[in-house]
């Protein structure tokens, strides 16, 4: 479903992202982790458009995306929310939820239209709401909501584009520890559905060992490991040069 081949990026003197090659299959959930500045994000941003890779290809579903824009990547079906929260500020939760569906559906953008002339298009826009269970605040503006519940949101609005691929970004960061099983349980049900694949940058490792099919590890913009959870986070080479502590807990 998603391949990087070589892929790579340059600032300067400095390769953030250094020949990257990896497959991602539909129906897995692959994590990405690795100590601060491994360039995590900067490959996320590289296979979602936000950033141009100086070498190397992005292909989706087989074909290359790598001189696409990030507004054509996702309507080829590439998903992604970022480490700090997307949204219309100024706009009410279902508002929110309800333009990425209109956009999904090619309905157009008119922010003033009649709500009923698109029934479908709402009902679809209250369900997402109340999956992410931010039902009773469909009506609040979404700069008003706490940080947690904007996470929330933020994911209801990746799911309303329906993507083949599922990038995740540190979803739980900054929630606290009532909030994380929401979001861990939206990634769950995605996952089960067996015909997406899913990208996740987390830095938790409990939270990698319960969720993911798949590890791999960057450490200065190179990948040094790629395996399936329990080999990776036992590997001496992985526990004490790129996780640390935290996988010597997680374990």
Same mark, same amino acid.
């Given at each position: 479903m998603l391949e990087t081949r070589n892929l790579t990026v340059r600032f300067g003197g400095h390769v953030a992202v250094d020949h990257v090659s990896c497959a991602f299959q539909p129906g897995t959930l692959t994590a990405i982790v690795g100590p601060n500045g491994a360039g995590k994000t900067t490959y996320f941003n590289l296979i979602s458009g936000q950033l141009r890779a100086t070498e190397g290809q992005v292909l989706l579903g087989g074909h290359d995306i790598t001189a696409e824009p990030a507004s054509t990547r996702t309507h080829r079906g590439l998903g992604r929310a970022f480490q700090l929260t997307q949204?219309? &500020?100024?706009?009410?939760?279902?508002?929110?939820?309800?333009?990425?569906?209109?956009?999904?559906?090619?309905?157009?953008?008119?922010? $003033?239209?009649? $709500?009923?002339?698109?029934?479908?298009?709402?009902?679809?826009?209250? %369900?997402?709401?109340?999956?992410?269970?931010?039902? =009773?605040?469909?009506?609040?503006?979404?700069?008003?909501?706490?940080?947690? =519940?904007?996470?929330?949101?933020?994911?209801?609005?990746?799911?309303?584009?329906? &993507?083949?691929?599922?990038?995740?970004? %540190? &979803?739980?960061?900054?929630?606290?520890?009532? %909030?994380? &099983?929401?979001?861990?349980?939206?990634?769950?049900?995605?996952?089960?559905?067996?015909?997406?694949?899913?990208?996740?940058?987390?830095?938790?490792?409990?939270?990698?060992?319960e969720l993911a099919d798949r590890i791999i590890v960057l450490h200065n913009g190179q990948l040094v490991a790629d395996g399936e959870p329990a080999t990776v986070i036992a590997s001496p080479v992985v526990q004490q040069a790129y996780l640390g502590m935290a996988a010597k807990e997680a374990a």
């Open positions: 949204l219309f &500020p100024n706009l009410t939760v279902v508002e929110n939820v309800r333009l990425v569906v209109q956009s999904r559906r090619h309905e157009g953008l008119n922010l $003033w239209s009649v $709500w009923l002339d698109r029934k479908e298009t709402l009902a679809r826009a209250h %369900e997402l709401v109340k999956q992410v269970q931010l039902g =009773d605040k469909a009506d609040a503006i979404a700069s008003s909501l706490p940080h947690g =519940d904007q996470r929330k949101l933020e994911v209801a609005m990746l799911m309303a584009l329906d &993507p083949q691929v599922f990038m995740f970004d %540190e &979803p739980t960061a900054g929630m606290s520890v009532d %909030e994380v &099983p929401v979001i861990l349980d939206l990634i769950r049900m995605l996952k089960a559905r067996r015909d997406a694949t899913i990208l996740l940058v987390e830095h938790k490792m409990d939270v990698v060992r």
